[in-house]
């Protein structure tokens, strides 16, 4: 049975910093892309950043520069790191596990999902 186990959101001021883990088990962790989605109240789902089995990442626009993504395949685990936060970061964070490494950005494309972890960053 695949899980994924967001951690680490919370409650931050605008231009702080927050780290969120995803610690996956029940598959094979490096043959899998990891992937953040998040999902804002009122919006549709959207892609935050993705790395896969050979350590490439991509991000969404809007977070390149602040945020960045790593994977540590021994302990099963992908991070997002997120610097310089904006109160439109506001969301609720979730992490997904890709067996394909193609288009990366398409929720679809994704395999498994974690429960997610709420971000909420305050002005």
């Known amino acids: 049975q695949v899980q994924l186990v967001e951690s680490g959101g919370g409650l931050v001021q605008a231009g702080g910093s927050l780290r969120l883990s995803c610690a996956a088990s029940g598959l094979t962790f490096s043959w899998y892309a990891m992937g953040w989605f998040r999902q804002a109240p009122g919006a549709e789902r959207e892609f935050v950043a993705a790395?896969?089995?050979?350590?490439?990442?991509y991000f969404t626009d809007s977070v390149k520069g602040r945020f960045t993504i790593s994977r540590d395949n021994a302990k099963n685990t992908v991070y997002l790191q997120m610097n310089s936060l904006l109160p439109e970061d506001t969301a609720v964070y979730s992490c997904a596990a890709a067996r394909s490494g193609r288009t990366l950005k398409l929720a679809a494309k994704y395999d498994y999902w974690g429960q997610g972890t709420q971000v909420t960053v305050s002005s």
């Open positions: 790395i896969d089995w050979s350590g490439n990442t």
